[in-house]
Protein backbone atom coordinates (compact mmCIF):
# COMPACT_ATOMS: atom_id res chain seq x y z
CA UNK A 1 0.00 0.00 0.00
CA UNK A 2 2.54 2.20 0.53
CA UNK A 3 4.50 1.41 -2.11
CA UNK A 4 1.88 2.36 -4.24
CA UNK A 5 1.55 5.38 -2.60
CA UNK A 6 5.15 6.54 -3.22
CA UNK A 7 4.79 5.88 -6.82
CA UNK A 8 1.67 7.47 -7.14
CA UNK A 9 3.20 10.83 -5.88
CA UNK A 10 6.26 9.98 -7.68
CA UNK A 11 4.06 10.02 -11.09
CA UNK A 12 2.32 13.26 -9.66
CA UNK A 13 5.33 15.03 -9.13
CA UNK A 14 6.96 14.02 -12.55
CA UNK A 15 3.88 15.29 -14.35
CA UNK A 16 4.08 18.94 -12.61
CA UNK A 17 7.72 19.25 -13.33
CA UNK A 18 7.56 17.82 -16.73
CA UNK A 19 6.56 21.76 -18.55
CA UNK A 20 10.12 22.82 -16.50
CA UNK A 21 12.14 19.94 -17.50
CA UNK A 22 10.71 20.40 -20.97
CA UNK A 23 11.67 24.15 -21.40
CA UNK A 24 14.92 23.45 -20.09
CA UNK A 25 16.14 20.65 -21.95
CA UNK A 26 14.73 22.26 -25.27
CA UNK A 27 15.65 26.19 -24.40
CA UNK A 28 18.67 25.54 -22.35
CA UNK A 29 20.82 21.75 -22.29
CA UNK A 30 20.07 21.35 -26.08
CA UNK A 31 21.85 24.83 -27.21
CA UNK A 32 24.64 23.92 -24.80
CA UNK A 33 25.31 21.17 -25.66
CA UNK A 34 25.74 22.42 -29.94
CA UNK A 35 27.30 24.80 -28.46
CA UNK A 36 30.07 23.12 -26.79
CA UNK A 37 29.92 20.92 -30.20
CA UNK A 38 30.81 23.77 -31.96
CA UNK A 39 33.69 25.12 -29.67
CA UNK A 40 35.80 22.12 -31.08
CA UNK A 41 35.17 22.18 -34.52
CA UNK A 42 36.72 24.62 -37.43
CA UNK A 43 35.74 27.66 -39.69
CA UNK A 44 35.49 26.57 -42.46
CA UNK A 45 36.53 28.97 -46.03
CA UNK A 46 32.68 30.56 -46.20
CA UNK A 47 32.13 30.95 -43.03
CA UNK A 48 30.63 27.43 -42.34
CA UNK A 49 31.49 25.29 -39.40
CA UNK A 50 33.38 21.96 -39.78
CA UNK A 51 32.57 19.84 -36.98
CA UNK A 52 36.23 18.33 -36.54
CA UNK A 53 37.72 17.47 -33.15
CA UNK A 54 40.30 20.33 -31.95
CA UNK A 55 41.60 22.29 -29.04
CA UNK A 56 42.58 25.15 -31.53
CA UNK A 57 39.89 27.58 -30.55
CA UNK A 58 40.46 27.02 -26.56
CA UNK A 59 44.30 27.50 -27.61
CA UNK A 60 43.81 30.99 -29.51
CA UNK A 61 42.09 32.39 -26.10
CA UNK A 62 45.33 32.21 -24.51
CA UNK A 63 47.22 34.42 -27.52
CA UNK A 64 48.51 37.73 -25.85
CA UNK A 65 45.98 39.85 -27.52
CA UNK A 66 42.76 37.77 -26.98
CA UNK A 67 44.06 36.65 -22.92
CA UNK A 68 44.65 40.51 -22.67
CA UNK A 69 40.86 41.39 -23.64
CA UNK A 70 39.65 38.20 -20.96
CA UNK A 71 41.63 39.92 -18.17
CA UNK A 72 40.14 43.24 -19.02
CA UNK A 73 37.17 42.10 -18.78
CA UNK A 74 37.80 40.34 -15.60
CA UNK A 75 39.47 43.38 -14.29
CA UNK A 76 36.31 45.90 -15.54
CA UNK A 77 33.96 43.24 -13.88
CA UNK A 78 35.66 43.23 -11.24
CA UNK A 79 36.31 47.20 -10.29
CA UNK A 80 32.46 47.07 -11.11
CA UNK A 81 31.78 45.16 -8.16
CA UNK A 82 34.15 46.69 -6.05
CA UNK A 83 32.58 50.45 -6.77
CA UNK A 84 29.36 48.95 -6.29
CA UNK A 85 29.94 47.15 -2.79
CA UNK A 86 31.61 50.84 -1.65
CA UNK A 87 28.94 53.53 -2.81
CA UNK A 88 25.82 50.67 -1.88
CA UNK A 89 27.10 49.57 1.57
CA UNK A 90 26.32 52.66 2.89
CA UNK A 91 23.69 53.72 1.12
CA UNK A 92 22.17 50.17 1.80
CA UNK A 93 23.09 50.57 5.51
CA UNK A 94 21.14 54.20 5.73
CA UNK A 95 18.31 52.91 4.23
CA UNK A 96 17.73 49.76 6.35
CA UNK A 97 18.18 52.49 9.84
CA UNK A 98 15.44 54.73 8.65
CA UNK A 99 12.48 55.25 9.61
CA UNK A 100 10.07 52.62 7.33
CA UNK A 101 8.14 55.38 5.42
CA UNK A 102 11.39 57.29 4.35
CA UNK A 103 12.77 53.79 3.98
CA UNK A 104 10.11 52.38 1.46
CA UNK A 105 10.27 55.74 -0.69
CA UNK A 106 13.96 55.15 -0.67
CA UNK A 107 13.65 51.96 -2.06
CA UNK A 108 11.47 52.97 -4.60
CA UNK A 109 14.29 55.87 -6.39
CA UNK A 110 16.58 52.89 -6.33
CA UNK A 111 14.34 50.94 -8.20
CA UNK A 112 13.15 53.76 -10.26
CA UNK A 113 15.81 53.31 -13.10
CA UNK A 114 14.45 49.79 -13.90
CA UNK A 115 11.28 51.77 -14.95
CA UNK A 116 13.74 52.91 -18.12
CA UNK A 117 14.87 51.07 -21.37
CA UNK A 118 18.16 50.07 -20.50
CA UNK A 119 19.55 51.68 -24.07
CA UNK A 120 17.82 55.22 -22.83
CA UNK A 121 19.93 54.91 -19.92
CA UNK A 122 23.15 54.04 -22.11
CA UNK A 123 22.23 57.13 -24.66
CA UNK A 124 21.58 59.11 -21.42
CA UNK A 125 25.48 58.47 -20.41
CA UNK A 126 27.08 58.84 -23.48
CA UNK A 127 25.15 63.07 -23.85
CA UNK A 128 26.78 63.13 -20.65
CA UNK A 129 30.44 62.20 -20.73
CA UNK A 130 30.93 63.07 -24.58
CA UNK A 131 33.59 65.62 -25.19
CA UNK A 132 30.96 68.59 -25.92
CA UNK A 133 28.69 66.71 -23.30
CA UNK A 134 26.75 67.90 -20.04
CA UNK A 135 29.65 67.05 -17.67
CA UNK A 136 32.25 68.88 -20.02
CA UNK A 137 30.58 72.00 -20.12
CA UNK A 138 29.74 71.59 -16.14
CA UNK A 139 33.27 71.38 -14.93
CA UNK A 140 33.63 74.41 -17.82
CA UNK A 141 31.43 76.65 -15.94
CA UNK A 142 33.23 75.77 -12.83
CA UNK A 143 36.27 76.46 -13.81
CA UNK A 144 37.34 72.78 -13.06
CA UNK A 145 38.90 72.08 -16.68
CA UNK A 146 42.31 73.31 -15.80
CA UNK A 147 45.00 71.15 -14.86
CA UNK A 148 44.10 67.85 -12.80
CA UNK A 149 40.32 68.29 -13.82
CA UNK A 150 41.51 68.23 -17.50
CA UNK A 151 42.83 65.29 -16.68
CA UNK A 152 40.51 63.62 -15.01
CA UNK A 153 38.02 64.48 -17.81
CA UNK A 154 39.79 62.58 -19.90
CA UNK A 155 39.85 59.64 -17.78
CA UNK A 156 36.04 59.67 -17.63
CA UNK A 157 35.13 61.12 -21.07
CA UNK A 158 33.08 59.04 -23.73
CA UNK A 159 35.11 56.19 -25.46
CA UNK A 160 37.40 55.47 -22.61
CA UNK A 161 37.92 52.67 -20.32
CA UNK A 162 37.05 55.05 -17.30
CA UNK A 163 33.45 55.99 -19.29
CA UNK A 164 32.72 52.13 -19.88
CA UNK A 165 33.61 51.54 -15.27
CA UNK A 166 30.92 54.43 -14.86
CA UNK A 167 28.39 53.54 -17.03
CA UNK A 168 28.93 49.90 -15.44
CA UNK A 169 28.44 50.84 -11.75
CA UNK A 170 25.54 52.95 -13.09
CA UNK A 171 23.66 49.80 -14.57
CA UNK A 172 24.65 47.69 -11.89
CA UNK A 173 24.47 49.57 -9.02
CA UNK A 174 20.70 48.15 -7.61
CA UNK A 175 21.65 45.03 -7.77
CA UNK A 176 24.21 45.56 -5.45
CA UNK A 177 22.03 47.76 -3.03
CA UNK A 178 18.72 45.19 -2.89
CA UNK A 179 20.67 42.35 -1.31
CA UNK A 180 22.70 44.12 0.86
CA UNK A 181 19.52 46.23 2.06
CA UNK A 182 18.15 42.81 2.60
CA UNK A 183 20.80 41.48 5.05
CA UNK A 184 20.79 44.74 6.99
CA UNK A 185 17.41 45.35 7.39
CA UNK A 186 17.24 41.81 9.46
CA UNK A 187 20.29 42.74 11.24
CA UNK A 188 18.40 43.02 14.95
CA UNK A 189 19.71 46.41 16.77
CA UNK A 190 19.44 44.48 19.95
CA UNK A 191 22.92 43.00 19.04
CA UNK A 192 24.37 46.52 18.50
CA UNK A 193 22.84 47.87 22.06
CA UNK A 194 24.72 44.59 23.54
CA UNK A 195 27.38 45.36 21.95
CA UNK A 196 27.18 49.14 22.92
CA UNK A 197 26.78 47.72 26.86
CA UNK A 198 29.73 45.94 26.33
CA UNK A 199 32.05 49.00 25.84
CA UNK A 200 32.50 48.61 22.53
CA UNK A 201 32.48 51.76 20.31
CA UNK A 202 30.17 52.55 17.20
CA UNK A 203 33.30 51.50 14.68
CA UNK A 204 33.83 48.18 16.81
CA UNK A 205 30.43 47.34 17.06
CA UNK A 206 30.04 47.80 13.18
CA UNK A 207 33.42 45.62 12.66
CA UNK A 208 32.40 43.48 14.58
CA UNK A 209 28.51 42.51 14.17
CA UNK A 210 27.32 44.54 11.46
CA UNK A 211 30.01 44.19 8.85
CA UNK A 212 29.90 39.97 9.46
CA UNK A 213 26.01 39.48 9.40
CA UNK A 214 25.70 41.30 6.52
CA UNK A 215 28.29 39.28 4.11
CA UNK A 216 25.76 36.65 2.79
CA UNK A 217 24.68 40.30 1.04
CA UNK A 218 27.85 41.23 0.38
CA UNK A 219 28.37 38.15 -1.33
CA UNK A 220 25.13 37.85 -3.21
CA UNK A 221 25.50 41.45 -4.63
CA UNK A 222 28.83 40.84 -5.92
CA UNK A 223 27.65 37.79 -7.42
CA UNK A 224 24.42 39.89 -8.88
CA UNK A 225 26.98 42.22 -10.29
CA UNK A 226 29.69 40.36 -11.30
CA UNK A 227 27.90 38.25 -13.42
CA UNK A 228 25.98 39.71 -16.01
CA UNK A 229 29.60 42.31 -15.74
CA UNK A 230 31.79 40.34 -17.37
CA UNK A 231 29.33 38.96 -20.15
CA UNK A 232 28.62 42.60 -21.06
CA UNK A 233 28.96 43.92 -24.48
CA UNK A 234 26.22 46.68 -25.27
CA UNK A 235 28.17 49.11 -22.93
CA UNK A 236 31.67 48.57 -24.00
CA UNK A 237 30.46 48.87 -27.76
CA UNK A 238 28.36 52.03 -27.12
CA UNK A 239 30.69 53.61 -24.57
CA UNK A 240 34.06 52.48 -25.39
CA UNK A 241 33.67 52.11 -29.03
CA UNK A 242 36.66 50.61 -30.47
CA UNK A 243 38.42 51.06 -27.94
CA UNK A 244 37.31 48.95 -25.39
CA UNK A 245 36.77 45.49 -26.15
CA UNK A 246 35.55 42.73 -23.22
CA UNK A 247 34.99 38.83 -24.22
CA UNK A 248 31.23 40.08 -24.43
CA UNK A 249 32.40 41.83 -27.48
CA UNK A 250 34.36 39.44 -28.74
CA UNK A 251 32.11 36.40 -28.84
CA UNK A 252 29.55 39.01 -30.01
CA UNK A 253 31.25 39.94 -33.16
CA UNK A 254 32.75 36.15 -33.85
CA UNK A 255 29.09 35.29 -33.85
CA UNK A 256 28.09 38.33 -35.98
CA UNK A 257 31.03 39.74 -37.81
CA UNK A 258 33.59 36.93 -38.22
CA UNK A 259 31.32 34.60 -38.80
CA UNK A 260 34.13 32.23 -36.75
CA UNK A 261 31.38 30.49 -34.93
CA UNK A 262 33.73 27.58 -33.13
CA UNK A 263 36.03 30.62 -31.69
CA UNK A 264 32.82 32.38 -30.61
CA UNK A 265 31.49 29.49 -28.73
CA UNK A 266 34.86 28.66 -27.09
CA UNK A 267 35.04 31.87 -25.61
CA UNK A 268 31.37 31.75 -24.62
CA UNK A 269 32.45 28.11 -22.61
CA UNK A 270 35.44 30.24 -20.93
CA UNK A 271 33.17 32.70 -20.19
CA UNK A 272 30.50 30.07 -18.88
CA UNK A 273 32.93 28.31 -16.91
CA UNK A 274 34.47 31.39 -15.19
CA UNK A 275 30.99 32.64 -13.52
CA UNK A 276 30.49 29.09 -12.73
CA UNK A 277 33.63 29.04 -10.87
CA UNK A 278 32.51 32.05 -9.32
CA UNK A 279 28.67 30.52 -8.64
CA UNK A 280 30.07 27.30 -7.34
CA UNK A 281 32.80 28.95 -4.63
CA UNK A 282 29.49 30.87 -3.13
CA UNK A 283 27.20 27.81 -2.96
CA UNK A 284 30.16 25.99 -1.59
CA UNK A 285 30.90 28.81 0.96
CA UNK A 286 27.39 30.53 1.84
CA UNK A 287 24.82 28.39 -0.07
CA UNK A 288 22.42 30.31 -2.04
CA UNK A 289 20.33 32.39 0.48
CA UNK A 290 17.58 34.82 0.08
CA UNK A 291 19.70 37.58 -0.09
CA UNK A 292 20.41 36.75 -3.86
CA UNK A 293 16.94 37.04 -4.95
CA UNK A 294 16.40 40.88 -5.88
Not at 142 to 151: F, K, N, S, T
Request: aromatic letters at 14%.
Amino acid sequence: MLKAIRERLSLQGLILISPTMFWLIVFLLVPLVLIVVISFGARGIYGNVEYTFNLDNYARLFDKGYASILWDSIWIALMTTVFCLLAGYPLSYYIARTHPVRRSLLMFLVLVPFWTNFLIRIYAWMIILRGEGVLNAVMTALGLMQGPGQWLFEQIQLYTPGAVLISMVYEFFPFMILPLYTSLEKLDPALLEAAADLGARPWRAFLRVTLPLSVPGIIAGSILVFIPAMGMFVVPDLIGGAKTVLVGNLIRNQFLTARDWPFGAAASMVLMLLTLGVTLIYTRTFGFGEELVP
